[in-house]
Each structure stands twice: as C-alpha cells, then as structure tokens.
C-alpha cells in the first residue's frame, strides 16, 4: 500500500555543502536522509547523492521494472564507484548491490558481519542485513537468529515493534517464494499484529 510522504526541505549556500538537504519521516517514527546537488554545468558539484546511492537505486528501479540485465549493470558500476575516503559510506547501498548481484563469493556479508565485529553499539539495520546475508546463503539458523536480534534491537531503541516494511521487499526481491513465510513475521506490514503475536510465542 502507497502511503503518501510530505515533507520540506532547505537548499544551503555554504561551501561545500550538498545544494538540497531534508529529512524524510518514516512510519516508524525515524528519518532518511536525502541530499542532492546539481551537476557543475548547473553550478552544483554533482557531489550527491554520491555514485555508489545513485547506481544501487538506479539498479533497483530497473529491476522492479523486469530489466534485469540494465538493473546489474547499474549495481556493478555501485561496486566499482570510489568510496569516500573521510565521511559515511552508503552501507546498506554496498552491501545489497552485492546481494542482488547474488554475493556468490561472500563479500556483501562479509562486509556485514566485519562490521558487526568492529561496532560496539550495533544497529538494528546492520542485523537486518546479516540476517538477510545468511538468509541468502541458505543459512536458516544463522539467518533467523539475526533477524530475531534485530527485532530486540529496534524495540529496545523504540525504533518499531516489528522491522520496517520496506526493507521486506528486499527480502522478497531476493528470497525464494517458498521461504517467504518463514521470514515475513519479523517485518511490519498489513498483518503486523500476527506477525508480532508470532514472534513473541517462539
């Protein structure tokens, strides 16, 4: 189900800094960051959003509209983009190009789990994507242990009950029909009241 999105944002002069900035609500009461910046011809710095953001969902739109050769052309050239040497790095961009790509040789969720070892305060997010990683590698224990603790995570941050649903059609791109069943519990949607009541029973 669409949910319409308002939302307002500030175009900044300072030097340096992305033309367009705003913060974009969420159901669950957080906020996305979205950024852009015109080209140099249209007086910007072309700086955002950055390759790596650009080519991943650029891939993504291909692929729901049944493009799938465009759709990894666009997320191989995600891989090959520069990453920043100071600043964040699009993680969750990184890890699920490697993901649709198929990760055959484990880099995406090695990525992941690397990063679970070096964090101390660690993300619901960063679970979610170890979860769907091991998921993808047929993994089911490793996989719903990781979800289960990304759940705990979220609730214990008051970030949601259940994880965000638009991180389920990630889930639903890349896992079999099969095993949708056995995964769809851990996310909100439209029957986010038994999924919780589920989960909570396991």
Request: glycine share 8%; hydrophobic share 40%; proline share 6%.
């Amino acid at each position: 189900m669409l949910q319409p999105v308002a939302f307002e944002g500030a175009w900044q002069t300072t030097p340096g800094a992305t033309q367009f900035h705003t913060e974009i609500p969420l159901p669950n009461g957080t906020t996305v960051t979205f950024e852009a910046d015109f080209p140099p011809p249209m007086g910007g710095t072309g700086s955002a959003p950055n390759p790596l953001a650009y080519c991943f969902w650029g891939g993504l739109a291909f692929y729901r509209r049944g493009e799938q050769e465009q759709a990894e052309q666009r997320w191989r050239q995600a891989l090959r983009a520069p990453l920043p040497d100071e600043g964040t790095v699009d993680f969750l961009e990184f890890v699920m190009a490697h993901y649709y790509l198929g990760d055959k040789e484990g880099r995406g969720l090695a990525s992941v789990l690397d990063d679970l070892r070096q964090q101390q305060d660690v993300a619901f997010g960063q679970l979610f994507l170890a979860g769907l990683g091991w998921a993808l590698r047929n993994d089911r224990t490793a996989a719903h242990s990781n979800f289960r603790l990304a759940v705990m995570r979220s609730k214990s941050t008051a970030s949601g009950r259940l994880l965000p649903h638009f991180w389920w059609a990630f889930c639903a791109d890349l896992l079999p029909a099969s095993e949708h069943d056995d995964y769809a519990r851990y996310f909100a949607d439209a029957t986010s009241t038994r999924a919780e009541k589920t989960i909570q029973e396991k």
